[in-house]
């Protein structure tokens, strides 16, 4: 089960056009701060709801379950 902040980052990565966005866009975007962004988006990575290479920046994929 994913948090309501969990849920407003996959929401905003679901509908974002073009390239992928960096944490502070996504963080400005939910309105909550970098960090608590990056946690969310952490604990989305352990759950496999987004993926990313840690060497490469602006690559988060999303994951789609059916």
Same mark, same amino acid.
């Given at each position: ?8 980052? /996959?929401? /905003?990565?679901?509908? @974002? %056009? ?8 996504? &963080? &400005?975007?939910? !309105?909550?701060? *970098?960090?608590?962004? @990056? %946690? ?7 759950? !496999?709801?987004?993926?990313?290479? *840690? ?8 994951? /789609? @379950?059916?």
């Amino acid at each position: 089960m994913a948090s309501v902040v969990q849920f407003q980052i /996959y929401q /905003y990565l679901a509908n @974002h %056009k073009g390239a992928s966005p960096t944490v502070r866009e996504i &963080s &400005s975007a939910v !309105g909550r701060s *970098a960090s608590t962004t @990056h %946690k969310a988006l952490e604990k989305l990575k352990e759950k !496999g709801f987004v993926t990313w290479e *840690a060497s490469r920046g602006r690559i988060i994929k999303l994951v /789609y @379950h059916a």
